[in-house]
């Protein structure tokens, strides 16, 4: 079983709906949680950067991390044609000394339908 | 302030050949990491650079290796190729939060997309 779990999808909503996607992880180190989105033929980018547990926004966008469950989540609001991408969970249990690691789940792909 | 850059975006190559891609991180960063990504498999972790040591490893063969500069910028290099390292190489940077606060925050590049004939 892998270290972070996430439903390939494809994930089809209409325009203006919100997108829900999770990661499960068994890794209980984890501690630092990231949202990235793909588009095709494209390098991941930087959609949302978490520490520990809680919840955060930005603009669109909310991640929540849930530790005690090992759950992620994130909320797209209002989605736009321009959401539909490959989303990616990563995770790192980073002690400074030990160096940058991101473990990824598999990616969701997402389609919002105009 | 630039991006990560990759080069070259491209690549084909033959079984039994060696390769080598380069990445320049952003202006100020210094930890490099490589990933693979393909279709099966997902972004898996390759390697991690800082200042011209390797810090981390992930579970790759010895065919995969890597180095980095004293400018920061990073080679990697995979001898020996086989029809499965077809995959996109994807290089990231970190400043490993010295400017932002943030651990592990990694920028990516476009990677380079490898065709192993």
């Known amino acids: 079983q892998k270290e972070v779990e996430q439903d390939p999808g494809p994930l089809s909503v209409p325009e203006g709906a919100i997108v829900s996607l999770n990661c499960t992880y068994s890794?209980?180190?984890?501690?630092?949680f990231m949202w990235y989105r793909q588009y095709s033929r494209k390098g991941p980018e930087l959609l949302m950067y978490t520490y520990s547990s809680g919840n955060k926004e930005d603009g669109r966008f909310t991640a929540q991390v849930d530790k005690s469950s090992k759950y992620i989540s994130l909320f797209i609001r209002d989605s736009q044609p321009s959401d539909s991408a490959t989303y990616l969970c990563?995770?790192?249990?980073?002690?400074?000394?030990?160096?940058?690691?991101?473990?990824f789940g598999g990616g969701t792909r997402v389609l919002v339908k105009p | 302030k630039a991006g990560v850059t990759q080069t070259p975006r491209y690549l084909i190559k033959t079984r039994g050949q060696q390769v080598t891609l380069s990445c320049s991180p952003i202006s100020g960063h210094r930890s490099v990491s490589w990933y693979q990504q393909t279709p099966g498999q997902g972004l898996q972790f390759l390697f991690e650079?800082?200042?011209?040591?390797?810090?981390n490893k992930g579970n790759f063969p010895g065919r995969f290796s890597g180095r980095q500069f004293s400018n920061s910028r990073s080679e990697m290099n995979v001898s020996t190729l086989e029809l499965g390292d077809s995959a996109l190489y994807l290089c990231?940077?970190?400043?490993?939060?010295?400017?932002?606060?943030?651990?592990?925050?990694?920028?990516f590049g476009p990677g380079t997309r490898l065709t192993v004939l």
């Open positions: 990231a940077s970190s400043s490993d939060g010295r400017t932002s606060g943030r651990a592990n925050e990694q920028f």
């Open positions: 650079y800082f200042s011209e040591t390797q810090r």
């Open positions: 890794n209980s180190a984890f501690q630092y």
């Open positions: 990563a995770m790192s249990d980073a002690i400074k000394a030990a160096g940058n690691k991101l473990t």
